[in-house]
């Protein structure tokens, strides 16, 4: 295999992609590290760590570009060890974000793993995201809503619907199959509307991604 994180990262439009790659292989590290134990997540391994987690989370930017430099708000919903949260926020230092997830060891390690690396646009929230959603803190807060291989996109949208700033956008992760199937239950939902972008093949023949898009038309 000879997939390689800084080429990808380039190509992706990232900055300095030899430095991002080495603070994902030190991501890396300390994932394998607290993995031994805490269980946080089966892929630890380097390849594989690059390619489904760094390469997917960094896929985002395939689709919109402009994230990489938007010093806006962001929503990461169930973030588990911290993917896309914390790949986002190293490729992207003007973005400000919040990793949600109800499981307090996978925050805690998000938390730990963003004071290693010294980055300080990325917080973790310990929390059920249908609970957060009635708090005041978090209503109409985010530009972007984000989650990758949580749920399906309607559940998310329900139990996050206040998080949206007018105009924002949920943007979810998802397989052109995955898309398809839950864009008629998307399409019910009131205030909101939903695409699904062209979907592309992830490097290392990794299979396809696409996003599912609504955007907030009124609070």
Known sequence: MNFA??????????????SFAAKCERLREFLEECNRQVNLTRITGRTDFELKHAADSLSIFHAFPEL??????????GCGAGFPSLILALA???????????TGKKTAFVASAAARLGLTNVRAVHGRAVELNRE????????????RAVAASARI????????????????????????????????????????????SLPENAGERCFVVGVRQTE
């Open 5 to 18: 994180l800084a080429e990808f990262a380039a190509a992706a439009g990232i900055a300095e992609p030899e």
């Open 68 to 77: 990489l430099t938007a010093p806006v708000e962001l929503a990461d919903i």
């Open 157 to 200: 949208c329900g139990e996050c619907r206040n998080f949206p700033a007018p105009g924002g956008r949920f943007i979810f992760y998802k397989t052109p199959a995955q898309a398809e199937a839950e864009m008629p239950e998307l399409q019910k939902l009131p205030d909101t509307r939903w695409r699904i972008t062209p979907a592309f």
């Open 92 to 102: 992207a230092p003007a973005l400000r974000i919040t990793a949600i997830d109800s």
């Open 136 to 147: 005041p803190e978090f209503r109409h807060r985010f530009a972007v809503v984000t989650a």
